[in-house]
C-alpha cells in the first residue's frame, strides 16, 4: 500500500476541510513542534485503518468546532485516504454529529466509503471491505500505530 492523499475533516485537532496532505514517490517524514498534530495526525489514520470500531465517538470531534455549533447544526468527522494497492484506490470513514436543542449532540451512523479504479472506470466498493483487503491483521501487526510511549 502506497498512501497517496490523506484529507482530515474535524478530527480532533484538525479544524474544517481544508486538512489535506499529500504525498510524493520515496520517504515522507513528519515533523513538527509540540501541539502542531503529528500524534493527531496518525491517531486519525490509525481510526481510519481500524474497522473493529462500529461508531463515532464524541471526543473524536474538533473541540473548535464542536464549540461553534449553533442548535440544528450538523456536523461531517472523516478521514480520506487515497493510495496505490494493485491500482488506484481510495477509503473514507465518517459519520456526522448533530447539535440539539437541550444542548447536548446526537451522532449519527459510521460510515466507510470505498472507490477503486479497474482500468479506466472507478467504482464503489465496501470501504470496510476494502481496508480489510489492503490493510490485513498480519500487516496491522507491524504497524508503526504504537503512539509515543
Given at each position: 500500500m502506497i498512501?497517496?492523499?490523506i484529507k482530515i475533516k474535524n478530527f480532533r485537532s484538525y479544524?474544517?476541510?481544508?486538512?489535506?496532505?499529500?504525498f510524493s514517490d520515496g520517504l515522507t517524514v513528519i515533523i513538527g513542534?509540540?501541539?502542531?498534530?503529528?500524534?493527531?495526525?496518525?491517531?486519525a489514520l490509525q481510526w481510519?485503518?481500524?474497522?473493529?470500531?462500529d461508531r463515532g465517538l464524541m471526543e473524536q470531534m474538533s473541540e473548535m468546532r464542536r464549540s461553534q455549533m449553533e442548535?440544528?447544526?450538523?456536523?461531517?468527522?472523516s478521514v480520506y485516504m487515497k493510495f496505490d494497492h494493485d491500482g488506484e484506490k481510495s477509503v473514507?470513514?465518517?459519520?456526522?454529529?448533530?447539535?440539539?436543542?437541550?444542548?447536548?449532540?446526537k451522532i449519527g451512523q459510521l460510515v466507510y466509503r470505498g472507490y477503486e479504479t479497474n482500468g479506466i472506470e472507478r467504482e464503489a466498493v465496501n470501504g470496510k471491505a476494502?481496508?480489510?483487503?489492503?490493510y490485513d491483521a498480519f500487516?496491522?501487526?507491524?504497524?508503526?500505530?504504537?503512539?509515543?510511549s
Open positions: 498512501i497517496k492523499e479544524y474544517g476541510d481544508n486538512n489535506r496532505f499529500e513542534d509540540n501541539g502542531d498534530g503529528k500524534t493527531t495526525f496518525f491517531e481510519l485503518l481500524d474497522t473493529t470500531k442548535v440544528g447544526d450538523v456536523e461531517e468527522i473514507e470513514k465518517s459519520f456526522t454529529i448533530e447539535k440539539l436543542e437541550n444542548g447536548s449532540f476494502l481496508i480489510e483487503r489492503c500487516i496491522q501487526k507491524f504497524s508503526m500505530f504504537k503512539g509515543e
